[in-house]
């Protein structure tokens, strides 16, 4: 069975600066995608950004990109320049590719408070 | 309307009472699923939808948790007996198609079991 840990339940950042939010999964599967999604208080849960197994090349959106470490199973995002509306529940999820679609397995969270 | 829509947004009921929670999706998303998040916690997969068939129900805890999407567009979510235990915001979310894992999430539905 997959797994995956977020090890920082609560982070915070000022305003301007840059923010690393860390998570490992553990997995006996090659083929799967990796996940953040971004959780603002009282809004719906979207997507930030994905991560195909497969590519070496790390994956970037904007202000966001990720550290993609397949051998040591870990998957961190860094938010550059961050802003206000960063604050929110960042979850990490995995899902495995040819398995159950949507069957995504997500950590517990890490909650981000973005400081003017 | 243009985002996925979820109904009661909270929902207070009483220990062995039945729930129905309904969804609807964005228009012309063929793929549904169903997630529970209890407090604290990520959101844990319950069932999958591809069209008006459930594609992958191993997620509902158990035979009290059922769900339907008759037509391959609006969904319930139905919980006979309810237990303490069900206390959680169930998110309703949709894609294009499956295998992407981009899924668009509604605000949820705040189930409290007294």
């Known amino acids: 069975a997959q797994t995956v840990t977020q090890s920082q339940p609560e982070m915070s950042v000022q305003e301007a600066e840059t923010v690393t939010l860390s998570c490992t999964y553990d997995t006996s599967e090659n083929n799967y995608y990796l996940f953040w999604y971004k959780q603002p208080p009282s809004r719906q849960m979207i997507l930030v950004i994905r991560q195909e197994a497969y590519k070496q090349q790390n994956a970037t959106e904007n202000r966001f990109s990720v550290n993609f470490q397949k051998a040591a199973k870990s998957f961190s995002l860094k938010i550059s320049d961050s802003q206000l509306g960063d604050t929110a529940m960042y979850f990490c999820?995995?899902?495995?590719?040819?398995?159950?679609?949507?069957?995504?397995?997500f950590g517990k969270g890490t909650k981000l408070s973005v400081k003017p | 309307g243009a985002g996925v829509s979820q109904t009661p947004s909270n929902k207070v009921t009483e220990k062995g009472k039945y729930v129905e929670l309904r969804c609807d999706p964005i228009?012309?998303?063929?793929?549904l699923y169903w997630y529970r998040q209890s407090l604290g916690q990520g959101p844990e997969f319950l069932i999958y939808f591809q069209g008006t068939g459930a594609a992958d129900d191993s997620g509902l805890p158990n035979d009290r948790f059922f769900a339907v999407r008759p037509e391959g567009s609006v969904s319930t979510l139905k919980i006979q007996r309810t237990e303490r235990g069900d206390s959680a915001v169930y998110l309703c979310?949709?894609?294009?198609?499956?295998?992407?894992?981009?899924?668009?999430f509604g605000e949820g539905s705040r189930l409290t079991v007294l």
């Open positions: 999820a995995f899902m495995k590719l040819g398995g159950s679609q949507g069957n995504l397995i």
């Open positions: 228009s012309g998303h063929t793929a």
């Open positions: 979310a949709s894609s294009f198609g499956p295998n992407t894992g981009e899924l668009f």
